[in-house]
């Protein structure tokens, strides 16, 4: 079965420094998406950035970065410069070939809070 | 443009109202969804509809009833709903669902926060 495991509940990071949000997958299929997601506190869930599993480089969107390593089964996003916007709920997602339903499973989150 | 608009932002309804939300994308997209998320939680999908068709249903109560009358909009009807009902419903919309396409980004609308007295 298809999941997703974002091991920090919750992070502090100062202003300006770069922040790495863990997360790792798991599935038995070779063709799987991988998917950032930013919540902020208005409820609104923003796509960040997408990795494929075929994909031969990391992804990167502007600050953000995906650290993609396949063989560790690890998509850990990259914030670079980080910025009290950035304080938000942050979702790892994974969309998988196998599933018939195309459904979006979902780590349970991490919420990052930014000092400044 | 990648906006996905919902109305109302809030709402507060009785168990025995009857009231619906709204859905809409300008996008071309022709996959839409319909998501429940409660506090501190992940979304957890309840409806899909691909080309205006309903896909998949997730076991959802029949007190929430989906309608997408064309490719741009999705409603949620809601008939005698419980206070465990009570969270934010986010709509989303992507290029398909197939396979290449399905692999594609979710994008979602703003939500509206429903409460259930």
């Known amino acids: 079965a298809q999941k997703i495991t974002q091991t920090q509940p919750g992070m502090f990071v100062q202003e300006k420094e770069a922040v790495t949000l863990d997360c790792t997958y798991d599935?038995?299929?070779?063709?799987?998406?991988l998917f950032w997601y930013k919540q902020p506190s208005s409820g609104e869930m923003i796509f960040l950035i997408y990795q494929g599993s075929y994909d031969q480089q990391n992804a990167t969107e502007g600050r953000y970065s995906l650290n993609f390593q396949k063989a560790r089964k690890s998509a850990n996003l990259v914030i670079s410069a980080s910025q009290l916007g950035d304080s938000a709920m942050y979702f790892c997602?994974?969309?998988?070939?196998?599933?018939?339903?195309?459904?979006?499973?979902w780590g349970a989150g991490t919420k990052l809070i930014i000092k400044p | 443009d990648t906006e996905v608009t919902q109305t109302p932002k809030h709402l507060v309804m009785g168990m025995t109202n009857k009231k619906s939300l709204k859905c809409e994308q300008h996008?071309?997209?022709?996959?839409m969804y319909w998501y429940k998320q409660k506090a501190k939680k992940p979304p957890e999908l309840m409806f899909v509809?691909?080309?205006?068709?309903?896909?998949i249903n997730e076991s959802v109560p029949s007190r929430f009833s989906p309608e997408c009358p064309n490719s741009s909009l999705l409603n949620l009807h809601l008939h005698a709903l419980q206070p465990e009902d009570s969270a934010l419903y986010l709509c989303?919309?992507?290029?398909?669902?197939?396979?290449?396409?399905?692999?594609?980004?979710?994008?979602f609308g703003p939500g509206t926060r429903l409460t259930v007295t």
């Open positions: 599935t038995s299929d070779p063709s799987y998406g």
């Open positions: 996008m071309g997209h022709r996959a």
């Open positions: 509809y691909s080309y205006e068709k309903l896909s």
């Open positions: 997602a994974m969309r998988d070939l196998m599933d018939s339903n195309y459904q979006l499973i």
């Open positions: 989303a919309s992507s290029r398909t669902t197939g396979t290449s396409g399905g692999l594609r980004e979710q994008y």
